[in-house]
């Protein structure tokens, strides 16, 4: 059986550093939210570290939003997305990467007075296991701020791309309960009581965001349409078990679903996501 981490060492790896730009273009405006989050001290330098870091996009905002001195390290198991993040700022120094599975690792010296990760930490193989190892890299007076997807009713465009997919093809098989995934945290709750219990940190607290994001960035409901259906990877696995013309029914199903969301130049639909706080205790 693949795992996760597997999957994004490859397959998946390379496919969100093929389409980097474009998946910025829809997922940029969380990290803003993201960042207050953290709740950034305007004068104090701080150590962050930012977990399933991608292509660095969400550290290189922490670090916009951090004190001078301050410095970002980005983590992910995914090589060629590490690989991107370096290309795009080869030589700051506050701001490295490492190719590494947090869940495995040992926990930094000195440990870090801030954790971010955007859609990370839904994708542990072993969640347990890895909060657990968190748990060691948040200093003493540290704080944590993740984001993860909220339920898929709250999110309507990954119902809209399967209706348009499985209109073309066959049904996609439901994904597994508490399987790696994007929506394995939609119901909060796993998530707080695996902070709480195996990570040891308090005080840990579930808001919602909400706001309407441009699938793709910019451009006509075929451009979202292409966007979808080559950059979310279940579906594009799923699509090439097929051919040209049923390929194409989707692309055309789905233009056809996002057009009466495009405004401003955009496909936009709305999309919510939790953003799960939580401070370290003082030893």
Excluded: Q
């Amino acid at each position: 059986m693949t795992h996760a981490k597997e999957d994004w060492e490859d397959a998946k790896g390379h496919r969100w550093a093929e389409h980097r730009d474009a998946l910025e273009a829809w997922l940029g405006p969380i990290d803003a939210p993201l960042v207050e989050a953290l709740d950034l001290p305007p004068n104090v330098a701080l150590r962050v570290a930012d977990i399933g870091c991608g292509a660095g996009a969400t550290a290189r905002a922490i670090l916009r939003g951090a004190a001078p001195g301050s410095v970002v390290h980005g983590y992910d198991v995914s090589p060629p997305m590490i690989e991107a993040a370096r290309a795009h700022d080869p030589s700051l120094a506050s701001l490295t990467f490492t190719v590494g599975d947090v869940a495995a690792m040992a926990p930094p010296e000195p440990p870090y007075l801030r954790l971010a990760s955007r859609f990370g930490v839904m994708f542990f193989d072993d969640p347990s296991r890895a909060f657990r190892r968190l748990g060691g890299w948040l200093a003493p007076r540290g704080r944590l701020a993740f984001a993860v997807w909220a339920p898929p009713r709250d999110n309507p465009w990954i119902a809209t791309v399967r209706a348009a997919v499985e209109a073309s093809t066959e049904p996609l098989p439901p994904p597994p309960a508490d399987a790696p995934g994007p929506f394995r945290y939609a119901a909060a709750d796993p998530l707080v009581r695996l902070l709480e219990d195996e990570a040891g940190v308090v005080d840990v607290d579930v808001s919602t965001w909400r706001a309407p994001l441009a699938l793709g960035g910019l451009g006509t409901p075929e451009d979202a349409a292409r966007f979808a259906l080559a950059s979310f990877t279940t579906f594009a696995h799923h699509l090439e078990r097929f051919d040209v013309a049923a390929r194409a029914r989707a692309h055309e199903e789905l233009a056809r679903a996002f057009a009466p969301h495009h405004r401003d130049g955009a496909v936009r639909m709305p999309a919510a996501i939790h953003l799960v706080t939580a401070r370290a205790r003082t030893r």
